[in-house]
């Protein structure tokens, strides 16, 4: 079924949907006022970030994609950027994580594209490689989160990385890369890029997180080549930063480039310090410094998953103080993620420039309206999209 069978209504649009309903004051929250970035504006500055939701078949979108995104949609984030989506069927999570590795997952891609689209919200998608954490089932799958098996429909045997370093015991054992099959491995994502562009993606992200595939090349911690693509910091930043600059070449130039990373991989728990052979903040605000020459716009800066066994710091904010090195050492726009619940912290962050965007994840699994709930702390009334305004309170 093609996305045509799908019609956008256009007078669905709620124009400023999300955004302030009236003059805009020094006194207005940031939160809840505009920002452009290239040919994109967004109405505010929340972002529902990606979260795999483990629901597609062969790559392909469905009814529940449509229902999921569309729920955020009608509340009016500035944006939303959808769950990563693998470059090739091996990079997958999960058997059931989306896809664009081939044109026949663009029209339903589309079809979701064109629902966030009609109610105003910028459409990004987020573009990912699992790397050593592929060929896993999800934890609510049957059989739960484990390395599948080829009579499960896995791909044991194929688990790829920068060396052969397992995640862990659970994890599938890792295949490493020959330098000739990076270059056809990048093309895969520049070829995922244009498939997201004739979806209609606003906004490309990039995963760089979260012990995927290009953070595995980043790190220390995973990459044990002794090669131009292993070693020196200098090395382990040259694949990630060849596939982005393939990205680059082919994504439109007047569409903004998002790249998420992880800003340390929490060797050293206590301090969240010094990892130099490994993965942390000052690596990081390097790659970043590399990742502006090349033309990405946008900084997303998470941490971790990329070592077993971490028991993380985590807590309200706790990853922001990433975000505002990178944008502050590296001079280039950063999204700040990580247990981010209330729009007054929300606000905080972006009146001290600790960041530019502020991306909350599953506080709007719980609350889909977030947004609306930001206007009602914050003191102000955004518009509402026409078919739910009877519900708004002052």
Known sequence: MTSSAYPTIASNITPGLGSISGPVSKATPKLLTPITSKSVTLNNRIVVPPMCMYSAIDGVMNDFHASHYGSFALRGPGMIIIEATSVEDIGRISLNDLGLWKDEQIPQFKRVVDIIKAQGVVAAVQI?????????????SKGGYHNMSEEDGGWPNNIIGPSNLPFDEEHGAVRALDVSELQALAQKWADAAIRADKAGIEVLEIHCAHGYLLHNFLSGNSNKRTDQYGGSLENRLRFP???????????????????RISGTDYKNIETLGSDENGWDINQAIEFSKGLKEIGVDVIDVSSGGNLPNIKYPAKPLYQVPLANAIKQQANISTGAVGIITDPKE??????????????????????????????????????WTNQYSRAKRV
Do not use: C, F
């Open 346 to 383: 929300a606000e905080d962050i972006l009146e001290k420039n600790q960041a530019d965007y502020i991306l909350v994840g599953r506080e709007h699994l719980r609350n889909p309206a977030w947004t609306n709930r930001a206007a009602h702390d914050l003191g102000v009334s955004v518009q």
């Open 241 to 259: 930063l060849e596939v982005i600059q393939a990205v680059r070449n082919v994504w439109p130039q007047e569409k903004p480039l998002w790249v």
């Open 128 to 140: 990912a490689h699992a790397g050593r954490k592929a060929n896993m089932g999800s934890s609510w």
